[in-house]
């Protein structure tokens, strides 16, 4: 049996439609509720996930949950974090999110919801994909993933182990680290990356597009995440921009390296520079 008897999920996108697909799957019984912004993806959901309640009363859809998922872009969740805040809730509600910024978005969502029944306590999901909306959700986005729970000086242990067990009965493997640990973490393993494929897209394309005619494999896997949402990266990188830059200038300094071994013609110092890439790429675990 879950302890969770009503999981509200706020935005209907691709994280919030594989959540929703998710739970139908590992937790019968347990009611689902959607809330969307506009009509128009409120019926979306009824046709992409029969069995679902969705609406546009954001106090309708919290009304009576035990856990509430915040699945918008994280610019956008102090907003709606203050009118869920304003309504009638369960005591025993636990507010999360999915967001790859967790800084600045814990220290004011725990500040919004401190006066409330609820509790909130980030959690980040290590699963996504360059495309967006409820039409890429999948049941299996979260199968074996990582999520990160960022609990603080004011979270309660039992929040933490509810929590817990609802991403572990999801498939993920949890993680716990503070907020700032956090975004220090994934500037490097997901903000960085991200960055890098930009910088190679337009790097490599900027002056003449035509060159993808002749690109294969190794281009498409390399700048696959530049396709990601604009909006919703420039939000990312704003909100964690001090660690993005720290992670930048040690980019910088590694191609200014590179560059160096390529201006002097050093080979051997090439060959020891392209081995520790291959050595440290080679400890990620093989999917």
């Not at 304003?86 to 814990?106: E, Q, R």
């Not at 903000?191 to 294969?216: E, F, I």
């Not at 300094?253 to 080679?282: G, H, I, N, P, Y």
């Amino acid at each position: 049996m879950s302890a969770e008897r009503s999981i509200a999920i706020f935005s209907p996108g691709l994280l919030g439609g594989s959540l929703a697909k998710t739970v139908q799957q590992r937790m019968p019984g347990v009611e689902i509720r959607v809330w969307a912004r506009r009509g128009e993806a409120v019926e979306e959901v009824k046709q992409v996930l029969p069995g679902i309640v969705a609406g546009t009363d954001l106090a309708e859809i919290i009304r009576g949950a035990s856990l509430a998922v915040l699945c918008m872009p994280i610019q956008h969740m102090p907003g709606i974090a203050r009118q869920l805040a304003a309504c009638d809730l369960a005591d025993d509600l636990i507010v999360t999110d999915v967001g790859s910024v967790k800084g600045g978005v814990v220290g004011e969502l725990e500040a919004i919801f401190a006066p409330s029944k609820a509790a909130f306590l980030g959690s980040h999901p290590m699963a996504g994909s360059q495309r967006t909306g409820l039409a890429h959700a999948r049941g299996d986005l979260f199968h074996q993933a990582a999520c990160i729970l960022t609990p603080t000086a004011a979270t309660q242990p039992e929040h933490v182990a509810r929590l817990r067990t609802f991403w572990l009965k999801l498939g993920c493997r949890i993680q716990e680290m503070t907020p700032e640990a956090h975004d220090r973490c994934v500037a490097r393993i997901s903000h960085l990356p991200h960055s890098m494929a930009v910088l190679t897209t337009l790097a490599a394309l900027g002056k003449d597009a035509s060159v993808l005619d002749s690109s294969a494999g190794g281009f498409r896997d390399t700048t696959r995440v530049a396709s990601g949402d604009p909006d919703m990266w420039a939000g990312i990188l704003m909100q964690n921009r001090t660690e993005v830059m720290a992670a930048l200038q040690d980019a910088s300094s590694v191609m200014r390296e590179l560059l160096e071994m390529l201006q002097s013609m050093d080979e051997e110092a090439l060959r020891r520079f392209l081995v520790q890439a291959k050595t440290l790429r080679d400890l990620l675990p093989a999917v």
